[in-house]
């Protein structure tokens, strides 16, 4: 079995990484896909739509192009996992994970102890919730090694 394992959220640390090499250790049949990772690239992903003068234009044609690609790539995908980091407010992991939920797409949330309270929602549609990659390696592994 090949799993495409779709990895949302949070951008500063090396979670991502982690997790692809973990998964590689251990052999497993994982194609991974994400959302563009690269910050300003993001951010000028609506440019090509031309230059805008006000910053919401701007956010919002951005928006708009980067959503292709993540609509896309979780409706293709198996599993996602999304990550909630401390540093920033990740809005668009919550709505990926709430997109999860809506077309019944399993996802586990990756994220510490401390911000349990306000992802319980988020938390509380997830098939698992785990904080560390080395747990989300573990369930992967689990799902595809086990009869």
Known sequence: MNLTVYLSGEIHTDWRKRL?????AHNLSITFTSAVTDHDASDAA??????????YWRDHKSAKVNAIRTK????????????F?????????A???????????????LHNEDIIHPL???????????TTPEQVIEILKYTLTKE
């Open 20 to 24: 692809k090499e973990g998964c590689e």
């Open 46 to 55: 609506g440019d090509v739509l031309g230059v805008e003068s006000v910053s």
């Open 120 to 130: 319980k929602e988020v938390d509380g549609s997830a098939i698992a919730w785990a």
């Open 72 to 83: 896309t790539l979780i409706e293709s995908c198996d599993i996602a996992i999304v990550r």
């Open 95 to 109: 709505f990926d994970a709430g997109y999860c939920a809506a077309l019944g797409t399993p996802y586990i949330t």
């Open 85 to 93: 980091g401390d540093k920033y407010k990740q809005w668009n992991a």
